[in-house]
C-alpha cells in the first residue's frame, strides 16, 4: 500500500471548516484513499473513502486531486467533539492482505 | 444495529496470568482484526481471522499470543504469561464477507479492552 504524508497537527476553530490534507504521491490506479479518526480512548471510527471522484456523507467531504496524489478531508463544521487524530490511509483490494497500516495521522485541535 | 462489542472494556492482571480478550463483530460480518495500541503510540494490525479460519497473523508476537474465532461465538485473543510490557489498547475490527475482489471493504471497530499488567 503507498505511504501516506499528514501534517503532525492542526488546530481549528469550532464552527469553521477543517480541512485535513494529506499527500499520497505513489499512490497506485487500484488504491482507495480512507480516512478514519480515533477519539481520545475510544475505538477508530471510519469517516469516508473514495477511488476518484469526491465523496460526501454525513460526517464529512473527501477531495481528491484529479491526478490522485493527494486529497483533503474536510469537516464543514466542526465541533468540540471533532477533537481527534485522524488517519489518511492508501488501501488496495486484497482478499488475503487486508490489514490497515496507520501512520501517525493529524492532531486535530479544534478550538472553542 | 449493534456495533462491534469488546469485553471486557478494562482487565487487570497480574505478571505470568493469562487474558482473554473477547470479540463480538458487527451483525453479517464473518471477518476479525485484531489491533493493538501501545501507550503513546499507533494502533499496529495482530492478525486477520475468518471463521474457523486465520487468514493473516503477520503481526502476532511469536510467542504467547493466539488468537481464534470458532464457528460459534467471539473471536478471542489469548495472552499467556502475560508481561509490563503487554499493557495496552486491544481494538478489535470486523467487515463483511467479501464479495468482490475489485473493492476495498470498510472495517468497524469496538471500543477496545485496556489490559493493565501489575
Known amino acids: 500500500d503507498a505511504k501516506t504524508t499528514q501534517p503532525t497537527s492542526m488546530d481549528c476553530a469550532e464552527g469553521r471548516a477543517a480541512n485535513l490534507p494529506c499527500n499520497h504521491s505513489?499512490?497506485?490506479?487500484?488504491?482507495?484513499v480512507y480516512w478514519y479518526r480515533q477519539i481520545h480512548s475510544q475505538g477508530p471510527q471510519y469517516i469516508i473513502h473514495g477511488l476518484k471522484n469526491n465523496e460526501t456523507n454525513e460526517m464529512a467531504s473527501l477531495i481528491i486531486t484529479e491526478d490522485r496524489k493527494s486529497s483533503t478531508l474536510i469537516l464543514p463544521h466542526a465541533t468540540l467533539r471533532d477533537t481527534a487524530v485522524y488517519y489518511c490511509i492508501v488501501r488496495a483490494p486484497a482478499l488475503l492482505n487486508d490489514k490497515i497500516i496507520f501512520g501517525k495521522g493529524t492532531r486535530l485541535h479544534i478550538l472553542p | 444495529n449493534a456495533g462491534v462489542m469488546q469485553n471486557p472494556r478494562h482487565l487487570v492482571r497480574r505478571r505470568g496470568q493469562e487474558a482473554r480478550l473477547r470479540c463480538s463483530p458487527m451483525?453479517?460480518?464473518?471477518?476479525v482484526y485484531w489491533y493493538r495500541q501501545l501507550p503513546e503510540e499507533g494502533l499496529k494490525f495482530m492478525v486477520y481471522l475468518q471463521k474457523e479460519n486465520i487468514i493473516d497473523e503477520s503481526g502476532m508476537p511469536k510467542e504467547r499470543f493466539s488468537a481464534e474465532f470458532p464457528k460459534e461465538g467471539p473471536s478471542i485473543l489469548r495472552i499467556q504469561q502475560v508481561v509490563r510490557g503487554d499493557s495496552a489498547a486491544y481494538f478489535c475490527?470486523?467487515?463483511?464477507?467479501?464479495?468482490?475482489?475489485?473493492?476495498?471493504?470498510?472495517?468497524?471497530f469496538g471500543p477496545g479492552t485496556r489490559l493493565t499488567v501489575t
Open positions: 475490527a470486523s467487515s463483511p464477507v467479501r464479495q468482490r475482489t475489485d473493492r476495498t471493504y470498510e472495517q468497524y
Open positions: 505513489t499512490i497506485s490506479g487500484n488504491e482507495y
Open positions: 451483525k453479517g460480518h464473518s471477518h
